[in-house]
């Protein structure tokens, strides 16, 4: 993400940088937790993710967010009737 986009954004993040991860099959109806490493992650930190994406009937659960050093966590949510394997992803991860 280029300095330009984070000035139109409006923010003062702390870390702008893209993370790719394969979420794996989440289940119809349900939420799936996916941890991704990331070594500037730190606890208590969370994350805005630009609209990224997704496939039909799967939608962001939440904001990423780190609970552990090191790691984010991505919660994806299928509000369709049949479990979805997603592609892999890239986003992009601005720390707020």
Known sequence: MALVDTIRLGLNPRVIDQVTFDPGEVTNATTLEVSV???????????LVPSEELEANLVWAG????EV????????????AAPINPAELTVVLIAL
Request: with cysteine; net charge positive; proline share 11%.
């Open 69 to 80: 050093a090191g790691t984010v966590i991505f919660t994806i949510g299928n509000l369709g």
């Open 37 to 47: 490493s990331y070594p500037r992650a730190r606890p208590d930190m969370r994350f």
């Open 63 to 66: 904001a990423p967010r780190c």
